[in-house]
């Protein structure tokens, strides 16, 4: 089976899995364990940031950001399509009594005009103050898209201006420093606070970082003890993201050749895929009105792809366990699968 539905699916590899079995740990919440404090000491200058803690997952880092980032009652401006608004279960409602306002995206990016005409009056006693806005790059329900850095700078810039908190939602910040060529740290150094995603592209089993100033990570730590994200030794799964960091950061680069020429490969039979909208690991492909049966065609053929909010659109993702000859097969396998509703049109002419 190629299973292309996410890159969350990455098993270890023997490497990693060296390198777990290897590691020195201590208590991490007595801040004893190496090997989490020098992930944490790493991972902040790979972000840009003075601090990092190291969590579980990118939802208690997004969740905990939001948190120490605004006050019940404040209101919190995100793209509406963002994994913050629509897989994160309300949290930020639920959570940090924040009203969350969704903008309208382009290709997941909104502009410096979006943000301040959401801007609120701060001195009324009606009217939720707009405190946070949240950016996520690359954006995951547009089809992994990139923010450029001019834009990143901007939205940056304008919360500056206007005393607003910035987040940066960079799950698969790798994927975004990898399509434009700019440094991780140099995306994230702007933001107050960046989330990033170890058990994405960069294939460990689970972790994820928040990084920020030495003041909000201190907040954070409070944080992560109090969203029951405060392990023991939990050096074994920084292990797995320190020899990520070292091995799986410069080869994102191939899982986003692969996405492309998939891409290539399956608009050349005909399929509905927009080229231009595949900047990293995502291809997304309009398989038409019955999708349900489109993805059991294509799961018998041996490959898996996933939903995504676009009714019509599944999307397949390159990662660490896909294979040069997988995407080979994959541009043989799923336009055959999908054949029976390609050919209804042109039938009719
Ligand atoms: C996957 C994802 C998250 C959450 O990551 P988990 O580690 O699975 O909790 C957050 N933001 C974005 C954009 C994601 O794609």
């Known amino acids: 089976m190629i299973d292309l539905r996410s890159d969350t699916l990455t098993q270890p590899t023997r490497a990693m899995v060296a390198a777990i079995a290897n590691a020195a740990v201590g208590d991490e919440q007595k801040r004893e364990d190496p090997t989490?404090?020098?992930?944490e000491r790493r991972g902040a200058?790979?972000?840009?940031?003075?601090?990092?803690?190291?969590?579980p997952t990118a939802t208690m880092a997004n969740q905990i950001a939001l948190n120490i980032l605004g006050t019940p009652g404040d209101a919190?401006?995100?793209?509406?399509?963002?994994?913050i608004m629509l897989s994160e279960l309300g949290g930020p409602a639920a959570h940090s009594g924040l009203l969350t306002i969704g903008l309208p995206g382009t290709h997941g990016r909104f502009s410096p005009d979006q943000v301040v005409s959401e801007i609120r009056d701060r001195t009324s006693v009606h009217v939720a103050p707009t405190r946070i806005v949240a950016v996520e790059n690359t954006h995951n329900s547009s089809g992994g898209r990139a923010w450029p850095l001019e834009e990143i700078d901007a939205?940056?810039?304008?919360?500056?201006?206007?005393?607003?908190?910035?987040?940066?939602?960079?799950?698969?910040?790798?994927?975004?420093?990898?399509?434009?060529g700019v440094d991780a740290a140099r995306i994230g150094r702007g933001f107050d606070t960046v989330t990033l995603c170890f058990s994405k592209g960069l294939g460990c089993p689970l972790g994820a970082l928040i990084a920020g100033s030495a003041q909000l990570m201190a907040r954070a730590r409070r944080g992560k003890h109090y969203f029951g994200g405060a392990m023991r030794q939990a050096g074994i799964v920084a292990a797995a993201a320190l020899y990520a960091l070292d091995h799986h950061v410069d080869r994102i680069g191939d899982d986003h050749v692969r996405a492309?020429?998939?891409a290539a490969?399956?608009?050349?039979?005909?399929l509905g895929v927009d080229l231009d909208q595949v900047e990293t690991n995502f291809v997304q492909i309009d398989v038409g009105p019955d999708r349900g049966g489109a993805i059991e065609r294509m799961k018998k053929s041996g490959v898996l792809v996933s939903t995504t909010v676009h009714p019509?659109?599944?999307?397949?993702?390159?990662?660490?366990?896909?294979?040069?000859?997988?995407i080979d097969a994959a541009i043989e396998a799923i336009p055959t699968a999908l054949v029976a509703t390609r050919t209804e049109v042109p039938l009719e002419r």
């Open 36 to 39: 989490i404090n020098e992930l």
């Open 45 to 55: 200058e790979f972000l840009g940031q003075e601090e990092a803690v190291f969590l």
């Open 76 to 83: 919190l401006l995100v793209e509406r399509h963002a994994h």
């Open 155 to 180: 939205i940056v810039a304008t919360c500056r201006e206007h005393d607003l908190r910035a987040h940066l939602d960079g799950a698969r910040l790798v994927n975004a420093a990898t399509a434009t």
């Open 260 to 262: 492309r020429r998939l």
């Open 265 to 270: 490969g399956l608009a050349a039979a005909g």
């Open 312 to 326: 019509t659109v599944v999307r397949a993702v390159t990662h660490l366990d896909i294979s040069d000859d997988d």
